[in-house]
């Protein structure tokens, strides 16, 4: 079992950059790959960022690509995204997931078993 805390969200203005955090519980968080999705008002959660178990390989989805990042903290037991160049189309519920599957399928929710709760993004123009 793995529990997920977010925290690290907020209000910024457009251009600014925040830093997500995902806080997770048990012995097996450096097993998993982990995701970072997001969801705005009306529309579908959508992956943002992937890693795998050991931080080597990482996934962007074009959306943020070369403006997030990614990492890993395994010692901690914690996930990042650094979030740079923000836009107002960024401005939704971000949440990290942890898939006990490795680094496959990371758009699919459905390949993650456990999720935080979420925190807000909220970008203003």
């Known amino acids: 079992q793995v529990q997920l805390v977010e925290s690290g969200g907020g209000l910024v203005q457009a251009g600014g950059s925040l830093r997500l955090s995902c806080a997770a519980s048990?012995?097996?968080?450096?097993?998993?790959?982990m995701g970072w999705f997001r969801q705005a008002p009306g529309k579908e959660r959508e992956v943002v960022a992937a890693?795998?178990?050991?931080?080597?390989?990482?996934y962007y989805s074009d959306s943020v690509k070369g403006r997030f990042t990614i990492s890993r903290d395994n010692a901690k037991n914690t996930v990042y995204l650094q979030m740079n160049s923000l836009k107002p189309e960024d401005t939704a519920v971000y949440y990290c997931?942890?898939?006990?599957?490795?680094?496959?399928?990371?758009?699919?929710?459905?390949?993650?078993?456990?999720w935080g709760q979420g925190t807000q993004v909220t970008v203003s123009s």
């Open positions: 048990g012995r097996t968080f450096s097993s998993y790959a």
């Open positions: 890693i795998n178990w050991s931080g080597g390989i990482t």
């Open positions: 997931a942890a898939n006990p599957r490795g680094l496959v399928r990371v758009g699919d929710t459905n390949m993650y078993d456990y």
